[in-house]
């Protein structure tokens, strides 16, 4: 069974940090770029930070650039969002995703949900001010 289970959510104050995980079974996380995904209450969803297959090149919107930051350590089979300086901005469902392609047109081209087959169930990440 191909699944993708995030861990580490929870509550934090604002200016706090909270590590993030996602777990694959079924598929080696390493073939797949893997794309952290968050929806705030009332908002879209919308594709934060994703680590390419590639090359292990790293992207971030600015919203969370020199605050987040995104690994992936293929033996373990894990991907991670490392948080910090977290603001009530922050506040959403997180999601991990992976994919191998097709990337579908526009930019930024990692950021499409509809690119994505495998995804987590969602942690919540609360931020206090």
């Known amino acids: 069974q191909l699944q993708l289970v995030e861990s580490g959510g929870g509550l934090a104050q604002a200016g706090g940090s909270l590590r993030l995980s996602c777990a694959a079974s079924g598929f080696s996380l390493g073939d797949y770029a893997v794309t952290w995904f968050r929806q705030a209450p009332g908002k879209e969803r919308e594709a934060i930070s994703c680590i390419s297959n590639r090359d292990g090149s790293t992207y971030y919107v600015d919203s969370v650039k020199d605050r987040f930051t995104i690994s992936k350590d293929n033996a373990k089979n894990m991907g991670y969002l490392q948080m910090n300086n977290l603001k009530p901005t922050d506040t959403a469902v997180y999601y991990c995703?992976?994919?191998?392609?097709?990337?579908?047109?526009?930019?930024?081209?990692?950021?499409?949900?509809?690119?994505?087959?495998?995804w987590g169930q969602g942690t919540q990440v609360t931020v206090s001010s």
């Open positions: 995703a992976a994919s191998k392609g097709p990337w579908s047109y526009g930019h930024p081209w990692w950021s499409h949900a509809t690119d994505y087959p495998y």
